[in-house]
Nanobody, 124 residues
Framework: QVQLVESGGGLVQAGGSLGLSCAAS????????MGWFRQAPGKEREFVAA????????YYADSVKGRFTISRDNAKNTVYLQMNSLKPEDTALYYC?????????????????WGQGTQVTVSS
């Protein structure tokens, strides 16, 4: 069984930065692609970023491209999301997710395991 635990959320002013972490256990972490998603109140969960098993390939939603950076440390079984130039519209519950099949995808259905989420609130 896979467990994913996010941390690092909080309250930040617009224009500020925040770093999220997601610690994984229960599977060989380096074998799987990872992703970050978010869900704002009253909205559907949406893709934010994804990273390949090795970390060589990354993919971002257009809304965060150039501001967010996804990375991973396979030795620590951890994936990160560095968020810069934050905007109020980035306010959401952020989830990390693990994909158990090959390839890098951006769909919710493509990820089998999910964390509980960490709240990010950006004030204007």
């Amino acid at each position: 069984q896979v467990q994913l635990v996010e941390s690092g959320g909080g309250l930040v002013q617009a224009g500020g930065s925040l770093g999220l972490s997601c610690a994984a256990s229960g599977r060989t972490f380096s074998t799987y692609a990872m992703g970050w998603f978010r869900q704002a109140p009253g909205k559907e969960r949406e893709f934010v970023a994804a990273i390949s098993r090795s970390g060589d390939d990354t993919y971002y939603a257009d809304s965060v491209k150039g501001r967010f950076t996804i990375s991973r440390d396979n030795a620590k079984n951890t994936v990160y999301l560095q968020m810069n130039s934050l905007k109020p519209e980035d306010t959401a519950l952020y989830y990390c997710a693990l994909r158990i099949t090959r390839g890098l995808v951006t769909t919710i259905e493509g990820f089998a395991y999910w964390g509980q989420g960490t709240q990010v609130t950006v004030s204007s």
